[in-house]
């Protein structure tokens, strides 16, 4: 489809992990622009603060909450059958909400692996496809699904991490394609070192040594220097114009540009980044 400006009045629009971060300011933008909104997370109390002050500052739109946790398959379904019983207008799919691991592959759980895997992959995935039909019950609909700087590299320490966010990029890719023929579009974020609490909140592996652990958060801490509300401003700014692919940050922006001339050369810059020759149990900082 062409394409046209995205009109965010025009219906329902459905934020994940919008408590915190990148998808508060997100779901708090697509309100200005008139945007009726479904808001998730597994924080309740939060999730209930910023639904609150929406609905203050713009009381003619419909703002609803709904506590889910999504590594929870059931729990992922049901919602989305909540979604479409209730929301027949709905435009607009943000599949935000992400969750970190850090350990190497070998120290890890696959109980934990499995973990990111719901959340940062199964999840938008059963989500997406569960709102297909509300989505693209006629033209103009939008999905954004946000990946990572860590969906363009692969550092060690990050397996998990890496193989959802990686996951999710290839998935979002063909889906673009796919929904071209049903009048939808798809935009693809992957930002780098956004100031959100995601690696504060990181879980690190059962067998990690706690000392690593807090060295490796240490070291990502430094990388959190960009704006949550900037990001999420310029996510709204691709929803608005359907850009295919958003990379925020110059964490995002040179390590791709180094992926795709020299591969090599990716991990070596990332090393230099963080300080550090590749920590094992690094949290993902990288948003």
Known sequence: MSRTPFRFAEGTAVV????GGMGEHVAQMLAERGSDLVLVDRDGDRLDAVAAGI??????LSVTVETVDLAVRDDVDALAARILAAHPQLRLLVNNAGVALGGDFARLTLDEFDWVMDVNFR???????????GLTARPGAHVVNVSSLFGL??????????????????FSEVLRAELAQLGATV???HPGGIRTGIARSA??????????????QR???????FPADRAARMIVEAIATRRPRLLIGASATVPDLLARIAPAHSLTLFSRLVGASGRRATPAGAR
């Open 153 to 170: 590299i692969a550092p060690p320490g990050q397996s998990a991490y890496c193989s959802s966010k990686f996951a999710l990029r290839g």
């Open 16 to 19: 994940t992990g919008a408590a």
């Open 55 to 60: 609905r203050d500052r713009h009381p003619g």
């Open 187 to 189: 935009t693809t974020v």
């Open 219 to 225: 070291d990502f801490e430094k990388l959190l220097t």
């Open 203 to 216: 879980r690190v592996g059962v067998n990690i040594p706690a000392e690593e652990a807090e060295r490796g």
């Open 123 to 133: 999840a938008p995935v059963r989500l997406t496809h569960a709102l297909l039909p």
